[in-house]
């Protein structure tokens, strides 16, 4: 079963989460391959995904957010998008679209960053949306400062915390065909409150210098971990040989339904609305085409198949009055 761990280190400002996932990420794996014809993931393709399936899990573990986050890549190379989105009850489901071969050692830049334009959206959505209200998206370059490639996802998402949210971050992920990993170390911001005003400035600038020292000594001793150990080992023992030395607070871990699963949100509603969103001419053109309108799901491989009568109900549902009679070829 996937796992998800939460801790912090005592009277430092700086939090961890390790996420283990085994069952979530076979199950989008086996969809994958056993899908409408697309077979299995090119191992490259496999790797990238699995570390976006960590991280966004990590990602969503670590705020208060009643909604889903949506980690997605987009760039020039043969891969042309790749998506992994996680809901409030950690339901995960992740996608990656090929469209040109894959080498066997392509690196993050080859696969999605040719030209150096390549993207990294995260989106905030809410559950429940009221009218009017936005989802939160950010949006960083697939490069550093210097405009340098970065080739570690891992490094593309500690650029995005520290521009976003002003935060220091220390990513590990590693994928292979049974799991899908990550650790993330976090430096907490310092709060002056309770401070008097006369000690304040100076107090918080020791702080600031103490807390950062602490920080780079955990992130320095989390980086030392290895992509093997960190697929071969149980949290346990990962935790126990990297902070030996620290006192740690373990938080209470997802149980039950609580913890990482696979789970997709299509459903015959949804393509129904997408459909919709097609206009009647196009959708009746499909249909008079092919004798129904088939509609595949990327994540889980659902198929949803409207004849002439669905498809007339939709519009007809909307509001939209179809043509009388649709002549199928």
Not at 69 to 98: H, N, S, W
Request: with cysteine.
């Amino acid at each position: 079963m996937s796992e998800l761990h939460k801790f912090l280190f005592e009277g430092l400002p700086v939090r961890g989460v390790l996420v283990r996932l085994t069952d979530a990420w076979t199950e989008i794996l086996r969809r994958r391959a056993c899908g409408s014809g697309a077979g299995a993931y090119p191992w490259p393709v496999q790797n990238m995904l699995g570390e976006m399936a960590a991280a966004v899990t990590l990602m969503h573990s670590n705020i208060k957010f009643n909604g889903s986050l949506m980690l997605q890549i987009v760039g020039a190379g043969p891969v042309k998008l790749a998506v992994a989105e996680v809901q409030p009850d950690f339901g995960l489901r992740a996608t990656a679209t090929i469209t040109d071969d894959v080498a066997v050692d392509a690196s993050l830049s080859m696969l999605v960053n040719l030209d150096n334009q390549g993207k990294c959206a995260i989106t905030l959505e809410p559950k429940g949306k009221f009218p009017g209200q936005q989802s939160y998206q950010g949006v960083v370059p697939l490069c550093d400062d210097a405009n340098q490639k970065f080739e570690r996802l891992s490094d593309v998402l500690a650029h995005y915390m520290r521009q976003s949210e002003q935060l220091d971050t220390t990513l590990v992920l590693a994928a292979d065909d049974k799991i899908a990993a990550g650790l993330l170390i976090q430096r907490l911001p310092q709060s002056g409150l309770g401070t008097p005003a006369s000690r304040r400035e100076s107090q918080l600038n020791e702080d600031e210098t103490r807390n950062d020292e602490h920080y780079q000594r955990i992130a320095m001793l989390a980086s030392s971990l290895r992509r093997e150990e960190l697929l071969a080992l149980d949290v346990e023992t990962i935790l126990r040989r990297l902070f030996w030395q620290e006192k740690l607070l373990r938080l209470e871990s997802g149980t039950g339904d609580n913890v990482p699963h696979f789970s997709c949100t299509c459903s015959r509603e949804r393509v129904s609305k997408m459909i919709l969103g097609l206009g009647v001419d196009e959708a009746q053109s499909i249909v008079a085409e092919r004798g129904s309108l088939t509609v595949g799901c990327d994540y889980c491989s659902a198929q949803y198949r409207f004849d002439p009568i669905d498809v007339a109900q939709i519009f007809r549902g909307a509001g939209v009055s179809p043509p009388a009679r649709v002549a199928v070829q």
